[in-house]
């Protein structure tokens, strides 16, 4: 038996640079270098820790929806021992809220299949940690938060 986890990941612009708004109001990201999420980082680090844990083989999958640039948090995740990678780009999705987002997110992890989702507890950028339960309710599927 196999055990496919998807953990979701995002890429945001690194807190030590100056945040300036774009026209359209939303984070001006074009000079500001951005990272993965710390609190995704923790997200990966679970998914790897089940793996070694199981008996199972374990693929883990790492899934952002985001910019062109939003490549290099998967690459970070992928280097730390995620087999692979979807990247959902679109520029249509620029400046889309949570709602949107936890919409993408599903369709992506119900068409890469999945046995358990993985999320942190909110990114870094924003901190409103609503998308893993809006993605919960949109699966279909139980969610347990802020675990320590």
Do not use: C, W
Request: charged letters at 30%.
């Amino acid at each position: 038996m196999s055990l496919r986890i998807v953990v979701t990941v995002k890429y945001v612009p690194d807190a030590t640079g100056d945040r300036r708004f774009a026209e359209d109001l939303t984070v001006d990201r074009d000079d500001v270098d951005g990272l993965l999420s710390e609190l995704d980082e923790y997200a990966v680090e679970q998914a790897l820790q089940i793996a070694e844990n199981s008996d199972d083989d374990v693929e883990i999958t790492v899934l952002t929806v985001g910019p062109e640039d939003a490549r290099d948090a998967l690459r970070k995740a992928l280097s730390m021992g995620a087999d692979q990678a979807i990247h959902v780009e679109d520029d249509d999705l620029h400046g889309t809220d949570a709602i949107g987002t936890s919409l993408v997110l599903a369709k992506a992890i119900e068409k890469a299949g999945y046995d358990l989702v993985i999320s942190g507890m909110a990114s870094t950028d924003g901190v409103m940690g609503v998308v893993p339960a809006l993605l919960a309710e949109r699966l279909g599927v139980p969610q347990v938060t802020l675990l320590s």
